[in-house]
């Protein structure tokens, strides 16, 4: 073996955003390494949504360097952070309620492949097309709800179909902020398995306060407290760190 390690395929240093007196993240280094689940924790206020957005171009970074797989993305508008294979997932508001699963699918694989008019009746029409939204339907876990009207999914579900739609865009590295939010527990394990399944043919980096969800899931933890990172390591390493357990997990939740 040659003994070098992989490149990350995203290498955050310095990332830094102030929202007038506050610092929501406050020099980030984060390496995130190809086929990783990299759970991202920290409590609430820490700056865990505001590092997403940053990544994903919502947010334009005060200082610091975002690199996909190498290449400098920091300044760059969102659209072309997804055409370099950037994605996350979205709320579902988007999608046509009375339409199902693999249609609504479908047609998130069509905008990906650059039609800027989607066209249902061409997305039901293509057998290509739509053996591809199959194959992203059945990596969420919802093969057996592919012909289900969207509007009749149960939230669960919803969540798992927002997962499709951010799998339809093809993405290297998949932002995930908290899928399992609002979630029950039946509903949060099919996550987990979901997620478990999807591990190794996609990158992700997986924003979550479900700590069973996260020790469960990730390769390796990071930690954010006050927008900077304290801790990264395995699930062994983070839960015995003594700074994570002092600034975050905190008595009575560790
Ligand atoms: N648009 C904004 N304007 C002003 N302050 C903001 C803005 N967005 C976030 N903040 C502040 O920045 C800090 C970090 O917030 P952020 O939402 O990134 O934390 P978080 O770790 O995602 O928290 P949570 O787990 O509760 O979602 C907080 O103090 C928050 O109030």
Not at 61 to 73: F, K, N, P, S
Not at 168 to 193: F, I, K, N, T, Y
Not at 220 to 226: G, N, P
């Amino acid at each position: 073996m040659s003994g070098i390690s992989p490149e990350p395929l995203l290498s955050v240093r310095g990332l830094a955003k102030r929202f007038g007196g506050l610092i929501a993240t406050d020099g980030v280094d984060l390496d995130v390494m190809p086929g990783e689940l990299h759970a991202l924790i920290g409590p609430n206020g820490a700056g865990k949504t505001t590092l997403i957005a940053q990544l994903f171009g919502e947010l334009r970074q005060d200082a610091g360097a975002i690199r996909l797989d190498g290449e400098e993305v920091g300044h760059l508008a969102t659209p072309d952070r997804v055409h370099r294979g950037l994605g996350r997932t979205f709320q579902i508001t988007q999608l046509l309620p009375d339409f199902t699963v693999l249609d609504n699918v479908a047609l998130a694989v069509q905008a990906r492949d650059g039609h800027s008019f989607r066209f249902l009746a061409d997305a039901r029409r293509d057998e290509g097309l739509r053996g591809r939204a199959r194959r992203h339907v059945t990596a969420s876990g919802l093969a057996n709800r592919a012909e289900t009207r969207v509007a009749d999914l149960s939230h669960g579900e919803q969540k798992q179909l927002e997962l499709a739609v951010a799998l339809a865009c093809e993405p290297r590295l998949l932002l995930l902020d908290e899928p399992m939010a609002g979630l029950g527990h039946v509903e949060s394990g099919q996550m987990v398995e979901t997620l478990r399944a999807l591990k190794g043919r996609t990158t992700m980096l997986l924003v979550e306060h479900d700590m069973d969800a996260v020790f469960a899931l990730a390769d390796r933890v990071s930690v954010l407290v006050y927008g900077r990172i304290i801790a990264t390591g395995t699930v062994e390493e983070i839960r015995d760190n003594p700074d994570v357990r002092t600034a975050y997990l905190g008595e009575g939740d560790a």
